[in-house]
């Protein structure tokens, strides 16, 4: 069975600070994608990055970057140069063949403060 | 703004009564979702609709009623449904019903129910 996991407690970032959101997971499947998405509090669900299982290089979406170690079972989020509008909560999902569905983890909260 | 639209945003209706979410993308994905989500809580999973068929429905009660008329448009239609039922409402599509495929959100409806 899948499993994500964020264990960060709710996180206050200074603006423009960097800020690295934890993501472990588990699966025994070799192909699998894992993915970020933030949602604010007026509820939209934005996607910010994808990493394949078989990508050799971490990805890279502008001010967002995925800390991807393969061995460990990690996908870290890093966020650069903070803004106020990075507040929200943030979920680490991954997918894999065996499940076939988007797993989420129970959410990072980040609260950027001037 | 999101390229996936949900109408309406808001929505509070009583336990008998009959209604519809609509969610409708023009970006030409096969793939599209229903989530339901509680407050401070992931996305779950309700329904998937792969190249207009029903391709998982994740046990949910029958007072949900998916239904895909064409491939740019997704309805939930509600009927009696629970007070535990409120909850945002969120749809997603993708190019298509994969592990590397990122899903992409609407705004979310949300749904009081009475």
């Known amino acids: 069975a899948q499993k994500i996991t964020q264990t960060q407690p709710g996180m206050f970032v200074q603006e423009k600070e960097a800020v690295t959101l934890d993501c472990t997971y588990d699966t025994s499947d070799p192909s699998y994608g894992l993915f970020w998405y933030k949602q604010p509090s007026s509820g939209e669900m934005i996607f910010l990055i994808y990493?394949?299982?078989?990508?050799?290089q971490n990805a890279t979406e502008g001010r967002y970057s995925l800390n991807f170690q393969k061995a460990r079972k990690s996908a870290n989020l890093v966020i650069s140069a903070s803004q106020l509008g990075d507040s929200a909560m943030y979920f680490c999902a991954m997918r894999d063949y065996g499940n076939n569905r988007l797993a989420f983890g129970k959410g990072n909260q980040v609260v950027v403060i001037p | 703004d999101t390229e996936v639209t949900q109408t309406p945003k808001h929505l509070v209706m009583g336990m008998t009564n009959k209604k519809s979410l609509k969610c409708e993308q023009h970006?030409?994905?096969?793939?599209m979702y229903w989530y339901k989500q509680k407050a401070k809580k992931p996305p779950e999973l309700m329904f998937v609709?792969?190249?207009?068929?029903?391709?998982i429905n994740e046990s949910v009660p029958s007072r949900f009623s998916p239904e895909c008329p064409n491939s740019s448009l997704l309805n939930l239609h509600l009927h009696a449904l629970q007070p535990e039922d409120s909850a945002l409402y969120l749809c997603?599509?993708?190019?298509?019903?994969?592990?590397?495929?990122?899903?992409?959100f609407g705004d979310g409806t949300r749904l009081s129910i009475l």
């Open positions: 997603a599509s993708s190019l298509r019903d994969s592990i590397d495929q990122p899903q992409h």
């Open positions: 990493q394949g299982s078989y990508d050799q």
């Open positions: 970006m030409g994905h096969r793939a």
């Open positions: 609709y792969s190249y207009e068929k029903l391709s």
